[in-house]
């Protein structure tokens, strides 16, 4: 049991360049959340998805794509990469959204550079 | 959009000292859960609290929600070095989290 994985684990991409972050889960959580953190902040939402084919933006979705064609992966794609955009990446999952007992599970995170 | 206040930012004490880290907000939330987050790592959960009023211990840490679930406490009794860490605050309302921006938390030994 894996819980959480996320690839890259670092990644520097020039301006303007695309890119996958991927995540998968292996704990058949409905829940899958994309979160971005800034250094000394907290995490703010990108997206998330309650569940296969469904997603929904969360707080800071602009330059951002996802997908979620299978319960276990959850991608975020990046289009043309801007230096705002430097950050490191969590995904995370739970089995339901929010509520006693339904723990999200965090992912190692992906620490991305754009110059 | 739903705001996290959390305070201190940043909190240096000795070891042995207590301390007590906030979360406010203006809005309510069906539930609040505390993570704690070390360097290079993502966050892990430490409570969740769900009803207004709730309070729950875990060893040395009580965790409050306050009355009308707009926010919560985090009291830390006879702080150790290894206590040190980002302390976040999360709350859920209808399926999405907001996260504070987290208290910094060193305990010197």
């Known amino acids: 049991n894996a819980g959480v994985t996320q690839t890259p684990k670092f990644r520097i991409l020039k301006i303007g360049q695309s890119m996958t972050l991927q995540c998968t889960q292996d704990m058949n959580h409905n829940y899958m959340y994309w979160y971005r953190q800034d250094p000394g902040m907290g995490l703010k939402l990108i997206y998330y998805?309650?569940?296969?084919?469904?997603?929904d933006k969360g707080e800071v979705p602009n330059g951002y794509n996802v997908s979620r064609s299978t319960t276990e992966d959850f991608p975020l794609r990046l289009e043309l990469a801007a230096p705002s955009q430097t950050s490191v990446y969590f995904c995370?999952?739970?089995?339901?959204?929010?509520?006693?007992?339904?723990?999200?599970?965090f992912g190692p995170g992906t620490r991305l550079t754009v110059t | 959009t739903q705001l996290l206040e959390q305070s201190p930012q940043f909190l240096s004490i000795q070891e042995g000292e207590n301390l007590t880290v906030y979360c406010n907000s203006s809005?309510?939330?069906?539930?609040l859960q505390w993570y704690r987050q070390e360097p290079g790592e993502g966050p892990v959960l430490l409570v969740t609290?769900?009803?207004?009023?709730e309070v729950k211990k875990l060893k040395r840490l009580t965790f409050q929600f306050g009355d009308a679930r707009k926010d919560s406490s985090l009291h830390i009794t006879a702080a150790q070095p290894g206590d040190t860490g980002l302390y976040l605050c999360a709350g859920w309302h209808a399926g999405k989290s907001t996260f504070g921006d987290g208290t910094t938390l060193t305990v010197k030994p």
């Open positions: 995370a999952s739970s089995l339901s959204g929010g509520g006693a007992g339904y723990e999200q599970y």
């Open positions: 809005s309510v939330f069906s539930s």
């Open positions: 609290v769900v009803t207004g009023g």
């Open positions: 998805s309650v569940g296969a084919g469904i997603t």
